[in-house]
């Protein structure tokens, strides 16, 4: 008689499972590695030791060499950092680490949402550590070489403390929530946890200067003179109420210029680093400021930040789906579920749907971005802009020969190139 154990069927079936999650995991860490190194490689090939013509009038022969060896020099620490973060996750999944931290976090408490923040917090933690060495090598030594750097090791250390401090707070609050969620709610956690993260969204849109950026810069209004003044009347002729310009010492960790736009409503704020102030005349300050405003009066920052609450809500739907399968725990070693182990799993596995939403996400960027500078020209001078975004890319040393391939998977920003010539056409 033939005799069929279905018990032993499914349990070789689940090992199955088990295995297939397992290296698919493994699948996508090496394939996205090696994709990287490709689109590295690509970019490494438009390099050139001789001053192309289309640059000629932006970068003179010594800078031109300088943001060559700066790009080359942050290519090979690349390849370095990002070959041991691939050895290091492969290793640590080889051997089950996610399983003996979560054994670890089962010694102190069986509380699923104490484990869950042990659990993050061992790795996030053990992980910062780590790369510190990589993390000075960046700042104390390539920026530092290039004439960028001017962190001190005390900001640098102090950086360090602010941001655990902030991880374990915010981090380690919306953990502890969604893991609630979960143990009341089951699958339908997913409906809580996004107007959680949706609302937490809208208020760190909404004050993040205020609240996070003074804990590690200082911020202070704008000083009452010609660039204050030229703000103000470009403000009026553009039919922008604004009366939040901030400037902000970047230069406290890096001489590169930068300025930025936050907030919504009533709440909108303008900072600009003390860098781009020393570095830039008051009409090419203005033009930036232009462009940003163009973000906010064509609705880029609005449908941005309710893009991105989107985009929550689908994963954490898609998430609702499979957090429930103990397999997901299972094909990281672990012999009791959680839902903190099927996280880790579904991160992995989702990575290359969120890699696809990532390029649209950058096709849409780069749009606005000339919609941003269509803006600026119409309403303020062409040329200004222009001027300022060619002694933005000198300064920063900015790659201007990027090889297409690596522009359309990595660029949030058309090119400077791109760029000069969409405003010459307006």
């Known amino acids: 008689m033939l005799f069929i154990n279905f018990g032993a069927l499914f349990q070789n079936g689940y090992k199955i499972m ?56 942050n290519h090979k620490f690349s390849i370095l950092t990002s070959s041991f973060n691939l050895l290091l996750i492969l290793v640590f999944l080889y051997f089950s680490g996610f399983a003996v931290i979560d054994n670890v976090a089962r010694l102190y408490t069986s509380n699923s949402i104490l484990v869950a923040m042990i659990f993050f917090g061992i790795i996030m933690f053990a992980s910062d550590i780590i790369h510190i060495p990589f993390n000075i090598y960046d700042t104390f030594v390539i920026e530092e070489k290039f004439g960028f750097n001017k962190t001190t090791p005390k900001t640098f250390v102090l950086d360090k403390i602010k941001a655990w401090v902030l991880g374990l707070i915010i981090g380690g609050g919306l953990l502890a929530l969604i893991v609630w969620f979960y143990n009341k709610t089951g699958s339908f956690f997913w409906i809580y946890a996004w107007i959680v993260i949706s609302v937490f969204t809208l208020f760190m849109t909404m004050f993040y200067t205020s609240l996070i950026v003074p804990l590690f810069n200082k911020l202070k209004p704008l000083e009452d003179g010609e660039l204050k003044d030229e703000i103000t009347s470009f403000c009026t002729k553009a039919d922008f109420k604004l009366d939040n310009v901030y400037v ?34 008051k009409e090419e300050i203005v033009a930036v400021l232009a462009h940003e405003i163009g973000h906010y009066k064509k609705k880029h920052t609005l449908i941005s930040v309710f893009s991105s609450i989107i985009q929550t809500g689908l994963t954490l739907y898609i998430l609702s789906l499979f957090i429930g399968n103990p397999e997901l725990s299972k094909a990281l070693g672990a012999d009791i579920p959680g839902f903190h182990l099927g996280l880790i799993t579904f991160g992995f ?66 090119t400077l190139l791109q760029r000069l010539k969409f405003i010459d056409k307006i």
């Open 349 to 414: 596995l989702y990575s290359p749907i969120s890699t696809i939403i990532g390029l649209f996400m950058n096709i849409i960027s780069r749009k606005n971005e000339y919609a941003a500078d269509q803006f600026a020209a119409e309403k303020y001078e062409g040329i200004h802009l222009q001027n300022a975004l060619k002694k933005l890319s000198v300064t920063n040393l900015s790659n201007l020969t990027p090889h297409p391939l690596y522009v359309f998977f990595n660029y949030s920003h058309p």
């Open 248 to 281: 902000i010492d970047g230069s406290k960790r890096s001489t590169k210029a930068n300025a930025y736009f936050s907030g919504l409503g009533k709440k909108k704020k303008i900072v600009l680093f003390d860098t781009l102030i020393d570095k830039l005349s």
């Open 18 to 73: 088990h295995q297939i999650i397992f290296y698919f995991i493994i699948g996508i860490l090496i394939f996205d590695y090696l994709l990287d190194q490709f689109l590295d490689y690509l970019n490494a090939t438009k390099r050139s030791s001789t001053l192309p013509d289309e640059l000629k009038g932006i970068y003179n022969e010594e800078k031109y060499i300088k943001s060559q060896d700066y790009d080359k020099a």
